[in-house]
C-alpha cells in the first residue's frame, strides 16, 4: 500500500527539520572522507522518523474530531461561502488526508491557530509540520483555481 503523497511530504520534512535543528549540528559534527557516509547518515534520520511516525501511529486514534458542517446560508454572501466551502471541502475528500482536511477546516472555519492545531491529539505534527501541510493544500486548492487567504 502507497503511503499518501501528503504524509511523503510530512516525514520529508520532518527529516530536514530534524537535520536542520541546533543550525544543522548533527550534519556540522558528521566526519567523512567521502560523501558516501554522508548519504547513509541522511538515510538513517529519514529511517528514523519513519520509525518514530509508525511507533506514533501505533497508539490508538482519538475518537475523530467532529465534521464541520459549512454555516447555514444567511444572505447572498453567507450563500456564497456556503457553496464555496462545499466545493473545497470535496476537493480535499479526494485529494487530501483526512488528518489534513481536519487541520484546513480548523484553521479557516474554527480559526485555531497552527500552534493550538499541533497540540490536538490524533494530529501528530509539530507547528512547523502544521503550517507546512496549510501551505501545501493553499498551493493545491490555488492550482485548481479556488485561492484561499
Avoid at 100 to 105: P, S
Amino acid at each position: 500500500m502507497m503511503p499518501h503523497p501528503s504524509l511523503v511530504d510530512d516525514l520529508t520534512q520532518d527529516t530536514y527539520l530534524k537535520l536542520a535543528r541546533n543550525n544543522f549540528n548533527a550534519l556540522r559534527n558528521f566526519k567523512c572522507d567521502n560523501e558516501t557516509p554522508l548519504y547513509g547518515y541522511i538515510k538513517k534520520a529519514a529511517c528514523n522518523v519513519v520509525e518514530d511516525e509508525r511507533r506514533r501511529r501505533r497508539v490508538p486514534e482519538p475518537e475523530p474530531l467532529p465534521e464541520i458542517d459549512p454555516q447555514v446560508p444567511n444572505g447572498e454572501r453567507r450563500a456564497e461561502e456556503a457553496v464555496f466551502s462545499s466545493e473545497v471541502d470535496e476537493f480535499l475528500k479526494k485529494h487530501a488526508s483526512e488528518r489534513d482536511r481536519r487541520i484546513f477546516w480548523l484553521y479557516y472555519r474554527q480559526e485555531l491557530t497552527s500552534e493550538a492545531i499541533s497540540r490536538l491529539p490524533g494530529i501528530g505534527l509539530t507547528v512547523d509540520g502544521v503550517e507546512s501541510a496549510l501551505h501545501r493544500l493553499r498551493r493545491q486548492l490555488r492550482d485548481w483555481g479556488k485561492p484561499v487567504v
